[in-house]
Every structure is written in C-alpha cells, then in structure tokens.
C-alpha cells in the first residue's frame, strides 16, 4: 500500500506544468488511468530534501476548478478530495508563469482558498526577465499567504528551492486561512489577480514581444501555410528516410534469430510455431518502431515548442468549412502516428459534437500500422519507376494512400456534421503559447514512453495473435497431397467470407489474412507472412521478405483494392476500444466499425472495378 | 467599434461584452482568459482565409478567436 503523502501538481496550460514534473520526477514515472473516466494519471516519486519520500500526481492543465471538459473535472476533484481512487493531496504545488501573473494568478488565488498546505512555483521567470519584467517572488508570497519559489524548469532551476519548500509544509500545521478568502466569481478574482499582479511585477514599456515577431512570419497569410506544409512534407519524408538504416538493422537481427532458432531446432511442430508464428509475426511489427518514433519526435517537438497551436490556428477555418475546429487538426495530425492518443488528445476540444465528429474520423488518418501494409503491398506490385521530376511511382502511390485517407476523413466529417452529430457548430479558441526551445530530455521521456506502449503492444496483443494465427493455419494437419493453408482451420473459415470479398476483387490469402488483422492491421503483413511459409515447406522462402514473397501472386486490381480496404478499414481493435472508453457508450464504436467497413467496401469495390475496366490486369 | 474591425497592431480597451450573444462555454472561455471590460486589447494576427481566425493579445497572453465570437467585444482604440 502506498502510503507517501500525495502532492498534487497544478497550473494554467501553457504554464510549464510537465517540464517541472518532468524536473521533479526524472524518469520515475507512471502511467495510468483514473477509474471510469479516460483520464490519464501521471504520477512520480522523489524526495523531499530531509528524505521524505512523495508521491507528486501532474493534474491536467486547466483554467478554474469550473471544469468544461472531462480533464478539468479530474482535476477539480483530486484537489478537492473528491476523486475516487486518489488520497487527498497532502499539499499542492501551483505553477503559475512568472510572465502572466494577471491570469495565472487567478487560478492560483482559487487553489490556495482551498486551504490546503501550497507552494507556489513562480515558473518561466527566465522568460518574464527577457521581456524586461521584474517579479518580486517576496511581495508575492506576502500578497499570497503562501511560500513562492522562482523556477525556471526546463533548466531545473529553481527545483531544490521547490523541495525545500515542499519539506516545510508538508506535515506542519496549516496556517489559519486568511481573513479575506478568496471571492468565488471568476470576474472579481480576476480583479483581484489583476490587482496583486500590478503590485508585485515592474513592467516596462510594451514593447513588440519576440512572439510577436515570430509569429508574423509563422501565422503570415501565405508564408505561414507555406511553412506548415514545408514542415509537414518534411515530417514524412524522414519518416521514410530516416528509418531506412534502423529497420535495416531489426529485419537482418530478426532475420539471424530465425535462422539461428531454424538451425538449432529439429524441423516440427515447435519449430515451426516459433519461426513462422513467433519471430516472424512479432518481427514484422517491431520493424515498424523506427517510423512510429520518428513521428512521434516530430509531435513532441511541436507540440513543446508551441508550433502545433499556430498549425491550429491556421487550419481552423478550413477545418471550418467541414464543421470542424482548428483544434481537431492537433488530434488529427497525431493519428498519421497511431489513432490511439490522436483519439485521447481529442479530450483538450471543449465542443461535444466536434469532439464525437473528430473521434469517428481519426481512424482514417494514415496511421503507422497501416505503412507495413502499404510498403508490403506496394513493394510488391508497383513497379519502381520513375514518372518524371525524380518522382517514383511507389511514392505516389503511397502519398495518394495518404492522401484519400485525409480526403475521405474531410467528407465523413462534413456528412457526419450533417447527420449523426448534427448541432450548433462549435467555436475555436485558444491561447497561443509563448515558444520555447524544447528540452531534449523532455522529448526523450515522451519518446521513451511511447516506444514502450508500442513494444508492449508488440509483445502482448500482436504475439498472441501472430500465436493464435500459426495454430489456426496449422491445424487441423493437412493429409499427403493437400494445401495445408487450404485445409486448415483459419482455411474453413476464410473459405466462408470469400464469397462476400470475392466481388471486389479479394482471394482465399487476403480473406484470411484480414481476420486477424482485426486484431491490429500490421498482422496481415504477418499472415500474408506465414500463409505463403507454410504453404511452400522451402527453406529459402525463410530468407525471403514477404515482398518478395508476394510479388506477382496477385492480378494488380486485387493489389490496389486490398491497398485501399486498407485505407478504410477499422482494423484495429484498440482504436475500437478506446472509442468505447473515449465515448462511454457501445453506440458510436459500433457505429465507426460499420461505416468504416461499408467505406472500405465500397472503396475496394470501386478501385478494383476500375482497374479491371481498365485492363490493367 | 467591435473587436473584428480594430485593425491590426492598434492598441485599445475593451468597453463591453455582450455575454448573453455568446454561448455559456464562450462566455467561461473569455472570461478565463481575461477578457472583462477596461482591459487593454489589440489585434495581431489573422488567419490565412477571410481573416479568420484573429489572434488579439489580451494582458499579456495572446488568444486566437473565431470572428462571430469578436463581433460581442466592444472596443474603443486608445488615444496616442
């Protein structure tokens, strides 16, 4: 039982509020969910400066303990001791930004009128003294009532201060709260943060900030979008160059282990489970881990030099035009990584409607699951030729996979804004952070956690279907003279759904392998994989990519229409779920499994119709 | 005049809100990011089609807002 007293951390958005946990804390954390809402819980120890170990909890950032979302209520509620799961706080530390002392001082005089043991942390004040400020963090504390500690975190300036502090409060009696408590109305505690803000900050004459600057090249009409989408073009094109090398390196390391397993086991049963279901199927996921982390280092570093909400800004009006807000473009842009936190970063839109609308849409940004398929598929029946400019063919390809995602999410929202989430439209409004360089041992947490969540997933949810799928294809046993893959069981049932892929184009493989790439869409690559290593008992195939594996098996309209079910398709059964965790309910899961499905139907039918018309099989 | 026609980089204070024309989580939004009447205000940045959205700096942060919800912010421009 964990019985370290609880220190709740809490602040403004934009306030430096996870670098300073991220300062406090180090590497030593975790994370969870609060019990039956979707809310994540961060927490970390260290310990105070006489040895006391605590447990600091990073609340979600919000402006008042009014909550308008999910995330603010969580932190309403732990502050207030009303969490369920979660110890009252046993002292609570408040960032504010040393810069914006007029409104962060607002929440700031809410929390300490709780009456519970509080630190201030007067953070960014390195940023307050560029713009000429002078903050008296004594005056402050005095106006306050409470002990103020200037930080500065993405430096770690400041921190030791903080536990010092932290060490003082904690356990001791509570001073008497002050005689003129809080008032409760957000305006007249504004006037009032206002007012102690005035006494205690020496401003200079305004002067044009440096943001100021930046931003009127960056939010420019024209050079600002031609910098957006700069950075975008840029973002995916070292998704792909950059991880050449590293999977490179995972192929060949997967490739030696089966060959070594191969080598040193006697062919059979174990053998083959290990080799073809085991190695094979976790290997051509893990593969993946390059691009997965080279995006994410991009989101990271947007999101934490304050970019992403200037992205926002200038796409809000086209995200308008289809009846949603500039900041679905942050959630969005995340699910070309992974649908799953693109889908859990939709808790920051205040609007119910634009949030539903985003959520049943994110699963048709290109996530990376997706790219094993495409690269498979691609490079097996595109040929690698030139269309002129330099442009390959296999690229374009895959920017118009990419592409019809983005088109086809842009139509199901204006339709689903029209229809099922029909309502008032939504607003945008937002604060446009200061920029800040980010700190890079910032971004390697949030690298580090992501690339765990992933391999997680590789060694829980995709061994156990790449596991599953070997026994399905294995048993029952073949007799002399018949395809195993046929007469096996994964085979029966493939031969059922056959007939409703039949028409637009799929075969016996595909019908099998998209079962269970319901699981995760990176399986089909694996039981493409495995069907086509079961079925030829060759040892060369082992040493043969599935490329090469596939390559000229199948007529090119049948190609292009599995490319583009893949597109559509909700093969994904933790996106599903974190729709029902996200939604609360089984109505709109059940609602994007079905007109995903129908989407990609269709989609897949039309393609291959199309091709076939064309002859070009 | 209202908050969508003050023009870019003129400084000026806010005289009213009309907090009945907008929505209850608008109204809670502005508020939270301290816009209130006699707070000083002045238009930086617009969006990249029909100027929409403005982003205005408002004490010292800067808030980006769609142009129907700047038509309920009365201003009136600072004398030089």
């Not at chain 1, 059922?496 to 892929?501: A, K, L, M």
């Not at chain 2, 003050?6 to 400084?11: D, N, T, V």
């Amino acid at each position: 039982m964990n019985q370290a007293p609880l220190v709740a951390l809490v602040g403004n958005p934009n306030a430096g509020k996870s670098a300073l946990f991220n300062a406090l804390t180090g590497a030593r954390q975790k994370v969870g969910n609060y019990p039956g809402v979707t809310v994540e819980r961060k927490s970390g120890r260290f310990s105070l400066d006489d040895g006391r170990p605590v447990e600091l909890v990073d609340l979600p950032g919000t402006y008042s303990l009014d909550p308008a979302s999910p995330d603010e209520a969580v932190t309403r509620d732990v502050v207030t001791g009303h969490q369920t799961g979660e110890r009252p706080p046993a002292a609570i530390v408040v960032v504010v930004d040393a810069g914006n002392l007029d409104n962060h001082l607002r929440f700031a005089l809410q929390l300490i009128g709780l009456g519970l043991p509080t630190v201030v942390a007067l953070n960014m004040i390195d940023m307050a003294e560029r713009d000429g400020l002078t903050v008296d963090a004594e005056a402050l504390a005095r106006e306050l009532g409470v002990p103020v500690v200037p930080t500065v975190a993405v430096r770690r300036r400041g921190i030791e201060d903080l536990r010092v502090a932290l060490g003082g409060i904690i356990g001791a009696t509570p001073p008497a709260p002050r005689g003129d408590t809080p008032p409760a109305d957000l305006v007249a505690l504004q006037r009032r943060a206002r007012a102690i803000a005035a006494v205690t900050t020496t401003k200079p004459e305004v002067h044009r900030s440096l943001e100021e600057k930046i931003d009127r090249v960056l939010l420019h009409p024209v050079a600002g979008l031609a910098i957006l989408l700069a950075l975008l073009f840029v973002m995916f094109q070292a998704v792909f160059a950059w991880s050449e090398a590293p999977i490179g390196w995972i192929e060949d390391g997967f490739g030696a282990l089966q060959v070594a397993v191969a080598d040193t086991l006697a062919p059979g049963i174990l053998r083959s489970l290990i080799v073809d279901g085991l190695i094979a199927g976790v290997g051509s996921v893990v593969v993946f881990l390059p691009q997965i982390l080279i995006l994410f280092l991009f989101i990271l570093l947007l999101e934490a030099s304050g970019y992403m909400v200037r992205a926002a800004f200038l796409m809000d009006k086209l995200m308008a035009g289809v009846g949603l807000s500039g900041r679905a473009f942050i959630p969005l842009l995340s699910s070309f990584a992974c649908a799953i936190p693109g889908i859990m970063a939709t808790r920051t839109i205040d609007d119910p409607k634009d949030r539903l609308t985003t959520i049943l849409i994110a699963p048709l940004m290109t996530c990376s699951a997706r790219l094993p398929v495409y690269a498979v598929i691609i490079g097996a029946f595109i040929p690698a030729r030139d269309v002129g400019y330099g442009i390959g063919l296999q690229g374009l390809v895959l920017f118009g996979l990419y592409l019809t995602g983005i088109v086809g999410a842009m139509l199901a929202a204006f339709l689903l804004r029209r229809t099922v989430t029909r309502g008032a439209a939504g607003t945008f409004m937002m604060e446009l952070p200061r920029y800040q360089w980010p700190d890079p041992r910032d971004i390697l947490i949030g690298l580090v956690q992501r690339a765990w969540l992933f391999l997680r997933r590789a060694g829980t949810l995709i061994l156990t279907a790449s596991m599953l799928l070997w026994l399905l294809l294995t048993f029952p046993q073949a007799p002399e003279g018949q395809s195993q893959v046929e007469y096996s069981a994964a085979g029966r049932v493939a031969s059922v759904i056959e007939p409703v892929v039949r028409p637009i184009g799929f075969n016996h493989e595909i019908a099998l392998a998209i079962i269970p790439a319901m699981a995760a869409r990176e399986v089909a690559v694996a039981a493409l994989g495995t069907v086509y290593s079961i079925e030829s008992d060759d040892e060369a195939v082992l040493e043969q990519s599935v490329t090469e594996r596939l390559s000229g098996r199948w007529p090119l309209p049948t190609a292009l229409a599995f490319l583009m079910w893949f597109v559509f398709a909700p093969q994904c059964l933790s996106t599903i779920a974190v729709i029902r965790r996200e939604t609360n309910s089984w109505r709109w899961p059940l609602f994007a499994l079905g007109y995903l499905f129908v989407l990609a139907y269709v989609a897949a039918g039309i393609t291959y119709w199309s091709a076939m018309a064309l002859g070009w099989a | 005049m209202r908050l969508d026609e003050l023009p870019l980089r003129r400084r000026a204070m806010i005289s009213a809100i009309d907090w009945d024309g907008i929505g209850p989580a608008e109204a809670k939004r502005l508020r939270e990011f301290g816009f209130d009447e006699g707070v000083a205000v002045e238009n930086l940045h617009t969006g990249p089609i029909g100027g929409d959205p403005i982003a205005c700096r408002v004490g010292r942060m800067t808030i980006a807002l769609r142009r129907r919800v700047a038509l309920a912010i009365s201003v009136v421009e600072a004398t030089a």
